[in-house]
């Protein structure tokens, strides 16, 4: 049950990556440009935004809701990151945290990795989104 979990999480993490085309790195820009609560980054996914607060080795995603900026509990919640690093490939499941999802994995560095993130609401909503590493957009 749990190979055919990281399974699906890998074909929707690696949909999620190919779906971005080279506008979505403007995108990109211009989400990271934005001030996140919680001094991590966002990305837009449906209505809502999805917060990443990445750290060497733990993950940890805030959800807010895109019109209001209210935060979204998080605590009914599941979800997992695909951690993609010097050609390595890492599943890290969040797991509620009080309000947050939060994961650990053995990536030494989040600030070089490309990051999908999946998360599923507890109404069945499910929100996904991309961060790529900083450095390759200049």
Not at 85 to 91: A, P, R, S, T, Y
Not at 104 to 110: D, I, L, N
């Amino acid at each position: 049950m749990k190979r055919a979990r990281y399974h699906w999480l890998s074909a929707m993490a690696l949909a999620c990556i190919a779906s971005y085309a080279p506008a979505h790195g403007d995108m990109e820009k211009i989400q990271d440009a934005l001030s996140a609560p919680n001094g991590g980054r966002l990305r837009l996914s449906g209505q809502y935004y999805i917060e990443l607060v990445a750290q060497p080795r733990q993950l940890t995603v805030h959800a807010m809701h895109a019109d209001t900026k209210a935060p979204v509990d998080l605590a009914q919640a599941s979800g997992a990151a695909i951690v993609l690093l010097d050609g390595k490939k890492e599943v890290v499941d969040l797991a509620p945290a009080g309000t947050q999802l939060t994961g650990e994995g053995q990536f030494a560095s989040a600030e070089n990795a490309t990051i999908a993130v999946l998360v599923k609401l507890a109404d069945g909503t499910q929100l996904s989104g991309k961060f790529s590493p900083r450095n390759d957009r200049h």
